[in-house]
Protein backbone atom coordinates (compact mmCIF):
# COMPACT_ATOMS: atom_id res chain seq x y z
CA UNK A 1 0.00 0.00 0.00
CA UNK A 2 1.27 3.01 -1.08
CA UNK A 3 0.98 5.82 1.27
CA UNK A 4 1.94 9.14 0.20
CA UNK A 5 5.03 11.53 0.52
CA UNK A 6 3.04 13.54 3.58
CA UNK A 7 3.06 9.89 5.79
CA UNK A 8 6.31 10.47 7.59
CA UNK A 9 4.86 14.13 8.05
CA UNK A 10 1.35 12.50 9.51
CA UNK A 11 4.14 10.78 11.81
CA UNK A 12 5.71 13.73 13.41
CA UNK A 13 2.26 15.48 14.00
CA UNK A 14 0.99 12.50 15.24
CA UNK A 15 4.11 12.21 17.83
CA UNK A 16 4.31 15.81 18.98
CA UNK A 17 0.43 16.00 19.45
CA UNK A 18 0.30 13.20 21.58
CA UNK A 19 3.26 14.18 23.44
CA UNK A 20 1.64 17.69 24.35
CA UNK A 21 -1.58 15.73 24.86
CA UNK A 22 -0.59 12.64 26.98
CA UNK A 23 1.03 15.51 29.38
CA UNK A 24 -1.37 18.22 29.48
CA UNK A 25 -4.09 16.28 28.90
CA UNK A 26 -4.84 18.42 25.64
CA UNK A 27 -4.13 19.26 22.53
CA UNK A 28 -3.53 16.08 20.55
CA UNK A 29 -7.16 17.23 18.16
CA UNK A 30 -6.16 21.21 18.16
CA UNK A 31 -2.63 20.18 17.24
CA UNK A 32 -3.65 17.93 14.68
CA UNK A 33 -6.73 19.16 13.49
CA UNK A 34 -4.83 22.88 13.07
CA UNK A 35 -2.39 21.45 10.68
CA UNK A 36 -4.13 19.23 8.28
CA UNK A 37 -6.62 22.03 7.80
CA UNK A 38 -3.94 24.41 6.78
CA UNK A 39 -2.76 21.36 4.61
CA UNK A 40 -5.99 22.10 2.73
CA UNK A 41 -8.12 19.02 4.00
CA UNK A 42 -11.85 20.26 4.46
CA UNK A 43 -13.12 19.91 8.40
CA UNK A 44 -15.13 16.71 8.06
CA UNK A 45 -12.63 14.49 6.83
CA UNK A 46 -9.84 16.10 9.44
CA UNK A 47 -12.02 15.64 12.49
CA UNK A 48 -12.88 12.17 10.90
CA UNK A 49 -9.06 11.00 10.38
CA UNK A 50 -7.98 12.72 13.64
CA UNK A 51 -10.69 10.99 15.82
CA UNK A 52 -10.12 7.82 14.15
CA UNK A 53 -6.14 7.59 14.64
CA UNK A 54 -6.92 8.64 18.26
CA UNK A 55 -9.04 5.47 19.08
CA UNK A 56 -5.33 3.64 19.44
CA UNK A 57 -3.51 6.89 20.67
CA UNK A 58 -6.12 7.13 23.27
CA UNK A 59 -6.29 3.79 23.55
CA UNK A 60 -2.54 3.18 24.63
CA UNK A 61 -2.64 6.98 26.76
CA UNK A 62 -5.22 5.84 29.40
CA UNK A 63 -3.71 2.42 29.58
CA UNK A 64 -0.39 3.44 30.31
CA UNK A 65 -2.09 5.97 32.92
CA UNK A 66 -4.35 3.51 34.84
CA UNK A 67 -0.86 1.55 35.17
CA UNK A 68 0.43 4.50 36.39
CA UNK A 69 -2.19 5.34 38.91
CA UNK A 70 -3.12 8.53 37.28
CA UNK A 71 -6.72 7.23 37.17
CA UNK A 72 -9.66 8.48 39.10
CA UNK A 73 -12.13 5.90 37.83
CA UNK A 74 -15.36 7.83 39.26
CA UNK A 75 -14.39 10.91 37.71
CA UNK A 76 -13.32 8.69 34.32
CA UNK A 77 -17.16 7.23 34.02
CA UNK A 78 -18.74 10.61 34.98
CA UNK A 79 -16.67 11.97 32.33
CA UNK A 80 -16.58 9.37 29.84
CA UNK A 81 -20.52 8.42 29.71
CA UNK A 82 -22.13 12.16 29.13
CA UNK A 83 -18.96 12.41 26.69
CA UNK A 84 -20.22 9.76 24.59
CA UNK A 85 -23.98 11.05 23.90
CA UNK A 86 -22.31 14.40 23.25
CA UNK A 87 -19.56 13.31 21.07
CA UNK A 88 -22.36 11.61 18.99
CA UNK A 89 -24.73 14.43 18.45
CA UNK A 90 -21.67 16.94 17.63
CA UNK A 91 -20.11 14.05 14.90
CA UNK A 92 -23.07 14.23 13.32
CA UNK A 93 -23.82 17.47 13.46
CA UNK A 94 -20.55 18.49 12.01
CA UNK A 95 -21.90 16.36 9.02
CA UNK A 96 -24.94 18.52 7.91
CA UNK A 97 -24.33 22.14 10.01
CA UNK A 98 -21.65 24.49 10.28
CA UNK A 99 -19.89 25.29 13.73
CA UNK A 100 -17.55 28.10 13.17
CA UNK A 101 -20.96 30.52 14.89
CA UNK A 102 -20.17 29.00 18.17
CA UNK A 103 -15.96 28.50 18.15
CA UNK A 104 -15.50 32.42 19.80
CA UNK A 105 -17.63 31.73 22.68
CA UNK A 106 -15.75 28.37 23.41
CA UNK A 107 -12.67 30.28 22.94
CA UNK A 108 -13.22 32.76 25.13
CA UNK A 109 -14.22 30.55 27.77
CA UNK A 110 -11.01 28.94 27.59
CA UNK A 111 -9.66 32.33 27.76
CA UNK A 112 -11.04 32.78 31.26
CA UNK A 113 -9.96 28.79 32.62
CA UNK A 114 -6.48 29.65 31.24
CA UNK A 115 -6.33 32.46 33.80
CA UNK A 116 -8.02 31.00 36.46
CA UNK A 117 -5.35 28.19 36.26
CA UNK A 118 -2.45 30.71 36.03
CA UNK A 119 -3.41 32.69 39.29
CA UNK A 120 -3.57 28.69 40.70
CA UNK A 121 -0.45 28.05 39.89
CA UNK A 122 1.33 31.34 41.27
CA UNK A 123 -0.15 29.61 44.50
CA UNK A 124 -3.52 30.56 45.07
CA UNK A 125 -4.91 27.09 45.91
CA UNK A 126 -8.60 26.57 44.79
CA UNK A 127 -10.14 23.93 47.34
CA UNK A 128 -10.53 20.62 45.84
CA UNK A 129 -14.21 19.87 46.52
CA UNK A 130 -15.56 22.44 44.44
CA UNK A 131 -15.48 20.53 41.67
CA UNK A 132 -18.31 19.58 40.27
CA UNK A 133 -21.06 18.93 37.62
CA UNK A 134 -18.77 16.78 35.84
CA UNK A 135 -21.10 15.16 33.50
CA UNK A 136 -22.32 18.45 32.05
CA UNK A 137 -18.55 19.06 31.53
CA UNK A 138 -18.72 15.86 29.97
CA UNK A 139 -21.14 16.48 27.59
CA UNK A 140 -20.15 19.47 26.82
CA UNK A 141 -16.46 18.32 25.80
CA UNK A 142 -17.75 15.50 23.92
CA UNK A 143 -20.08 17.96 21.49
CA UNK A 144 -17.35 20.43 21.43
CA UNK A 145 -14.81 17.54 20.25
CA UNK A 146 -16.95 16.29 17.60
CA UNK A 147 -17.65 19.34 16.13
CA UNK A 148 -15.08 21.85 16.57
CA UNK A 149 -12.11 19.61 15.99
CA UNK A 150 -10.67 18.76 19.32
CA UNK A 151 -12.02 20.26 22.40
CA UNK A 152 -12.20 17.29 25.07
CA UNK A 153 -8.85 18.39 26.38
CA UNK A 154 -9.03 22.01 26.56
CA UNK A 155 -12.76 21.88 28.26
CA UNK A 156 -12.46 19.45 30.13
CA UNK A 157 -8.96 19.37 31.50
CA UNK A 158 -8.63 23.36 32.20
CA UNK A 159 -11.94 23.47 33.88
CA UNK A 160 -11.26 20.72 36.25
CA UNK A 161 -8.18 22.15 37.21
CA UNK A 162 -9.30 25.50 37.31
CA UNK A 163 -12.15 24.25 39.74
CA UNK A 164 -9.36 22.50 41.84
CA UNK A 165 -8.59 19.37 40.38
CA UNK A 166 -5.22 17.69 41.07
CA UNK A 167 -3.25 17.45 37.91
CA UNK A 168 -2.02 13.90 37.66
CA UNK A 169 -5.72 12.18 38.36
CA UNK A 170 -7.11 15.11 36.07
CA UNK A 171 -4.83 14.82 33.57
CA UNK A 172 -4.72 10.96 33.47
CA UNK A 173 -8.62 10.56 33.71
CA UNK A 174 -9.64 13.06 30.80
CA UNK A 175 -7.37 11.09 28.59
CA UNK A 176 -8.60 7.88 29.69
CA UNK A 177 -11.78 9.30 29.48
CA UNK A 178 -11.20 10.39 25.55
CA UNK A 179 -10.83 6.83 24.62
CA UNK A 180 -14.85 5.91 25.22
CA UNK A 181 -15.83 9.23 23.51
CA UNK A 182 -13.48 8.90 21.00
CA UNK A 183 -14.41 5.63 19.95
CA UNK A 184 -18.07 6.31 19.71
CA UNK A 185 -17.30 9.44 17.57
CA UNK A 186 -15.53 7.86 15.01
CA UNK A 187 -17.85 5.45 14.80
CA UNK A 188 -20.29 8.15 14.00
CA UNK A 189 -18.12 9.54 11.52
CA UNK A 190 -17.56 6.10 10.30
CA UNK A 191 -21.43 5.48 9.60
CA UNK A 192 -22.21 8.90 7.96
CA UNK A 193 -19.08 9.98 5.61
CA UNK A 194 -16.72 6.97 5.99
CA UNK A 195 -13.04 6.62 5.99
CA UNK A 196 -11.01 9.06 4.14
CA UNK A 197 -7.64 9.57 3.68
CA UNK A 198 -5.80 6.32 5.19
CA UNK A 199 -2.76 7.62 5.24
CA UNK A 200 -3.28 10.34 7.60
CA UNK A 201 -4.80 8.22 9.86
CA UNK A 202 -1.85 5.83 10.11
CA UNK A 203 0.62 8.35 10.11
CA UNK A 204 -0.88 10.15 13.21
CA UNK A 205 -1.95 6.65 14.74
CA UNK A 206 2.04 5.64 14.21
CA UNK A 207 3.50 8.84 15.92
CA UNK A 208 0.72 8.76 18.80
CA UNK A 209 1.41 5.53 19.92
CA UNK A 210 5.11 5.95 20.40
CA UNK A 211 4.50 9.43 22.32
CA UNK A 212 1.81 7.76 24.79
CA UNK A 213 3.94 5.69 27.20
CA UNK A 214 6.26 8.41 27.74
CA UNK A 215 3.28 11.33 28.32
CA UNK A 216 2.10 9.28 30.97
CA UNK A 217 5.52 8.76 32.81
CA UNK A 218 6.03 12.91 32.22
CA UNK A 219 3.09 13.68 33.93
CA UNK A 220 3.25 11.35 37.11
CA UNK A 221 7.05 12.94 37.55
CA UNK A 222 6.76 16.71 36.52
CA UNK A 223 5.81 18.99 39.24
CA UNK A 224 2.15 20.11 39.90
CA UNK A 225 2.80 23.76 39.66
CA UNK A 226 5.04 22.85 36.65
CA UNK A 227 2.25 20.83 34.76
CA UNK A 228 -0.18 24.03 35.73
CA UNK A 229 1.69 26.45 34.47
CA UNK A 230 2.28 24.68 30.86
CA UNK A 231 -1.64 23.88 30.53
CA UNK A 232 -2.68 27.49 31.59
CA UNK A 233 -0.22 28.73 29.02
CA UNK A 234 -0.66 26.45 26.23
CA UNK A 235 -4.39 26.96 26.99
CA UNK A 236 -4.45 30.95 26.73
CA UNK A 237 -1.70 31.23 23.38
CA UNK A 238 -4.93 28.84 21.62
CA UNK A 239 -8.04 30.80 23.03
CA UNK A 240 -6.18 34.40 22.03
CA UNK A 241 -5.22 32.87 18.81
CA UNK A 242 -8.56 31.62 18.16
CA UNK A 243 -10.32 34.73 18.96
CA UNK A 244 -7.92 37.08 16.83
CA UNK A 245 -8.94 34.88 13.94
CA UNK A 246 -12.63 34.55 14.44
CA UNK A 247 -12.42 38.79 14.90
CA UNK A 248 -10.34 39.47 11.81
Not at 51 to 72: K, R
Not at 137 to 157: H, K, M, Q, R, Y
Not at 183 to 189: E, K, M, R
Not at 200 to 225: F, H, W, Y
Request: net charge positive; no cysteine; proline share 4%.
Amino acid sequence: MDLGPDFLLFVAIGLAAQLVDGALGMAYGLLSSSILLAMGYPPATVSAAVHTAEVGTTGVSGGAHALLGNVDRRLLVRLAVPGVVGGVIGAYALTQLPAEAIRPFIYAYLLVLAVLILIRAAGRRVPRERVRRVPVLGFFAGLLDASGGGGWGPVATSTLLAQGGTARTTVGSVNAAEFVVTLAISITFLLTIGLQHLEIVLGLLLGGVIAAPLAAVLVKRLPERAVLVAVGVLVLAISVYQIARSVL
